[in-house]
């Protein structure tokens, strides 16, 4: 199985600050990288697909970066909406892999 | 823009068997790629399993393998998930996904409990 290790686990940052948040797989896994948010209590919203594009309606502020075994998910300036965790997912080979998350809070 | 619509909550004691519905709108069960993955409270999601139109294979990680089965109703455009041999450790919310992730159901909370 491709293990998928997102880091960091939680992190705390300011308002309008960058964001960087990592996956990185245990083996290539091509651009088949996915990234999601979710809310406290609500359903994931996935923000990035194939590694860096953006899904239609989400803020320009999010992209997505890598390939092969390291993915970075980027917020270009952190507003108080993102207050999320995030996940990222591998969909190259079964079975697929959730990262662990990361809690992104403000500072 | 599609949509899944989940079945209702569901409590459950050990041993028994859930399964958990979800209706397509805006898709083809024959053209969507559509996965099942679950989150434990407060934890991070398990992909459980998955129909890849491509081969038209359905394939389902091996821990749930002799316990899960995904099945659909092509004349509701409905799919369906059964979980048999419930413990406690299955206690979680269910979601199914279509389009890698592009949408996701609403999500359905079984509880396994004596």
């Known amino acids: 199985d491709i293990q998928m290790t997102q880091s960091p686990s939680a992190m705390s940052a300011s308002v309008g600050d960058r964001v960087t948040i990592t996956c990185r797989a245990s083996?290539?896994?091509?651009?088949?990288l996915a990234w999601f948010q979710q809310k406290p209590g609500k359903v994931p919203k996935r923000l990035i697909y194939?590694?860096?594009s953006l899904q239609s309606g989400v803020p320009s502020r999010f992209s997505g970066s890598g390939s092969g075994t390291e993915f970075t998910l980027t917020i270009s300036s952190l507003q108080p909406e993102d207050i999320a965790t995030y996940y990222c997912l591998q969909h190259n080979s079964y079975p697929f892999t959730f990262g662990g998350g990361t809690k992104v809070e403000i500072k | 823009q599609g949509q899944l619509v989940q079945s209702g909550a569901e409590v459950k004691k050990p041993g028994a068997s859930v399964k958990v519905s979800c209706k397509l709108s805006g898709y083809s069960l024959s053209e969507i790629s559509r996965h099942w993955v679950r989150q434990a409270p407060g934890k991070g999601f398990d992909w459980m399993g998955g129909?890849?139109?491509?081969?038209?294979?359905?394939i389902y990680a091996q821990k749930f393998r002799g316990r899960i089965s995904m099945t659909e109703d092509t004349t509701t455009n409905t799919a369906f998930m059964e979980l048999s041999s419930l413990t406690s450790e299955d206690t979680a919310v269910y979601f199914c996904?279509?389009?890698?992730?592009?949408?996701w159901g609403q999500g359905t909370l079984v509880t396994v409990f004596s």
């Open positions: 083996q290539g896994i091509n651009n088949f």
């Open positions: 194939a590694s860096s």
């Open positions: 996904i279509a389009g890698m992730g592009r949408t």
């Open positions: 129909f890849d139109p491509v081969d038209g294979q359905t």
